[in-house]
């Protein structure tokens, strides 16, 4: 199986993920690169400054193969929901 390495960029800076973990496939990689993203997300400390980031998922040979904006991650709630304010 193929191994993919999941970077995340917030501006400038960036932080490498040395290890990458082996998936099966690009897609499974997508799937993988949104459950990091939302994970982070969910603590409310640090989202404004994570809405700005970028997860750069590269493979093997430092190729990228996507780059998942956090902010297409979220999930807003429906339009019908009675907590939306």
């Known amino acids: ?3 993919y390495f999941f970077h995340t960029q917030i ?3 960036v932080i490498s993920d040395p ?4 998936l099966r496939d690009p897609d499974a990689a997508w799937e993988a690169a949104r459950d990091t993203i939302r994970a982070a997300l969910h603590d409310p400390q ?3 400054r994570l809405m ?5 998922v590269t493979d093997e040979a430092a190729e ?7 902010s297409e991650a ?8 009675p907590t939306r304010h």
Do not use: H
Request: include cysteine; aromatic fraction near 6%.
């Open 46 to 48: 640090d989202q404004a």
């Open 11 to 13: 501006g400038e800076d």
């Open 1 to 3: 199986m193929p191994r």
């Open 19 to 22: 290890t990458g973990i082996e």
């Open 64 to 70: 990228v193969v996507l780059e998942f904006p956090f």
């Open 52 to 56: 700005t980031a970028c997860l750069v």
């Open 74 to 81: 979220v999930v807003l709630p429906p339009l019908d929901d």
